[in-house]
């Protein structure tokens, strides 16, 4: 061992380094267990909130976040550790993937590798380890999916299973008072997509000022500009030219051009000719005959003034995502060019109504009656902007899983009981496997348990009792047996209304040993040298 790491540095070269064996390994545990332990705080209802605080200089203190979200803590985590890194990254996964189940998938994975690192010490090899851990996650997934049931999708119950779930994933959060209020406004959200998956269609505006409660949907769409000065503030069946044009052939004001001309005359002409331009483009934007104009650019004063004498309404600077939002709602196209006035058919967007409406002091512009009628918009109020964008982020998560649920419709119950469930299995499993993968095996649903006790511990509950209890009720064949989170005891989740998604609690769960198996796999940590720019 000495003469390696004697003889190691002449090989690499200068900046490089090498962990081996042992020590890359615990470098692995510590840095994966240690963010583990950072979020586990947070899972579960009663889990704690974290502020994450910015460092280095320009960064006030209003740019605190406070937030439960297990995604959104690990993605502001600045670490150096490469298994640490791994773990951040599935947790962003698995918010992009289902959009719930962060801090699941985190505190899954650390505990798996705590586990894993009480076998190492045992000299079981770590290919052990992970065959191990192989049968078991198979084992898990297939009772997981056992466990879970399917509802159709037009049914009364579905429509229940969807409000029972956005409590659930709402529960953990900072709304929980409101829970009730915000998982029904988040149904109502999602089941006007219609099954379809474009969360673009669901607007969420903030603006502070009132409380959580004076939160609302709206049908229709939103767009937080104001309609021009001197055009028409109500317009009924409009028809929609969404455009991302320059509406301006001022370059020389722009650029600062520099001209030079013999006599006054000449900038009149140049003016003119600019006019000229502006006015052409003009003309061709009237021949398809629209009655509103959204621009994501700037309008100047002259064609502004050309398209509202001709009766149109005209919307400038509207922000990019508020474009590409007016465009799908309102089924227009975005366009450049107008060459083809004959596509006016196709290209406009339509809708019943805008009209100019006042949220709290806020002038904002409001569609109804869209073309495609799935648009709506979640206005959100509270006190302070710390509270909106925790609020929003909750939402988010919500009208995620729902979507996600709308897809797959399959449930399974909640309140540790899938983890607990899978765990049985796994422990099933090991009585018949001969060799050293049932130890891994038994770890694996060591792991799984620790999900329902940490819940528990966060609760303030005794969590050994606790388990054990939910153990026992389990082997009695109650099926919906689940931790009761106020009272501090084994409840009925199907009586409490605590369902989740399956694909949530599928993704974490493969996620998780997926990660701690390339952890568990490492031996070797070799620092490379940083990449040098060659000159040129
Ligand atoms: P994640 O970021 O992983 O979604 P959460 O903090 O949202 O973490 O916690 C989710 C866990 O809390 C799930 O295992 C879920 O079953 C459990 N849970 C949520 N609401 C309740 C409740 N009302 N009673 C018991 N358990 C709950
Ligand atoms: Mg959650």
Request: net charge neutral; with cysteine; aromatic share 4%.
């Amino acid at each position: 061992m000495d003469i390696v790491g004697n003889v190691l540095p002449q090989v690499l070269k200068d900046e490089a380094t090498e962990d081996k064996g042992e020590m890359a390994r615990l470098q692995s545990f510590v840095g994966a267990i240690a963010v583990a332990d950072l979020v586990k705080t947070t899972l579960g209802p009663k889990g704690m909130d974290k502020i994450l605080k910015p460092t280095g200089p320009g960064q006030e203190m209003t740019h605190i976040t406070v937030t439960n979200d297990g995604a959104t803590i690990l993605k502001s985590m600045y670490v150096e550790n490469p298994a640490a890194k791994i773990l951040i990254e599935i947790s962003k996964t698995q918010d992009e993937e289902v959009g719930d189940g962060t801090t699941t998938v985190a505190v899954l994975a650390g505990e798996l590798l705590r586990e894993g690192e009480k076998l190492i010490q045992k000299r079981i090899h770590p290919q052990h380890v992970i065959a191990g851990w192989r049968i078991a996650r198979d084992v898990a997934l297939k009772r997981l999916r056992d466990i879970s049931t399917e509802n159709d999708i037009n049914s009364q119950e579905f429509h229940d299973d969807l409000v029972k779930i956005a409590r659930t994933t709402l529960s953990s959060k900072l709304i929980t008072t409101d829970r009730d209020y915000f998982a029904d406004l988040c149904v109502k959200a999602v089941l006007r997509l219609k099954g379809s998956s474009n969360l673009d269609y669901i607007q969420i505006i903030k603006l502070p000022g009132g409380t959580i409660r004076d939160s609302y949907l709206d049908d229709g769409f939103i767009l937080k500009k104001q309609i021009t000065i001197g055009c028409k503030r109500r317009i009924e069946n409009a028809k929609i030219l969404v455009a991302n044009t320059a509406m301006d052939y001022d370059k020389i004001k722009i650029y600062g051009t520099k001209v030079k001309v013999n006599s006054m005359d000449k900038v009149a002409e140049i003016e003119a000719a600019e006019k000229e331009k502006m006015k052409h483009k003009v003309d061709k934007i009237l021949k398809y005959q629209p009655t509103v104009f959204v621009n994501r650019q700037l309008i100047y004063n002259y064609p502004e003034q050309l398209l509202a004498d001709s009766g149109i309404t005209v919307i400038e600077h509207a922000d990019f995502e508020g474009m590409e939002r007016v465009a799908a709602a309102t089924g227009a196209e975005i366009l450049s060019t107008f060459d083809a006035p004959e596509r006016s058919q196709q290209v406009l967007g339509h809708c019943d109504l805008i009209e100019e409406i006042m949220i709290g002091e806020e002038k904002m512009i409001k569609f109804t009656g869209c073309k495609k009628n799935e648009a709506c918009t979640i206005v959100l109020r509270g006190a302070s902007t710390h509270i909106l964008d925790e609020v929003d982020r909750s939402i988010h998560d919500a009208l995620c899983v729902l979507i996600t649920t709308v897809k797959n419709k399959r449930v399974v119950w909640g309140g540790g009981n899938s983890e607990m469930q899978m765990a049985a299995a796994c422990e099933e499993e090991a009585k018949k496997v001969q060799g050293k993968q049932a130890f891994a095996i038994e770890a694996f649903a060591r792991a799984l348990r620790q999900i329902p006790t940490i819940i528990c511990d966060n609760g303030g509950y005794d969590s050994a009792e606790l388990i054990q209890n939910f153990k026992v009720e389990l082997q009695k064949g109650n099926q919906t047996c689940g931790l009761n989170m106020t009272d501090g005891t084994i409840g009925n989740m199907n009586e409490l209304g605590v369902k989740e998604c399956l694909r949530v609690k599928e993704q974490a769960l493969m996620a998780a040993s997926e990660a701690a198996e390339l952890i568990m796999r490492v031996d070797n940590i070799v620092k490379c040298a940083p990449r040098k720019r060659e000159r040129a």
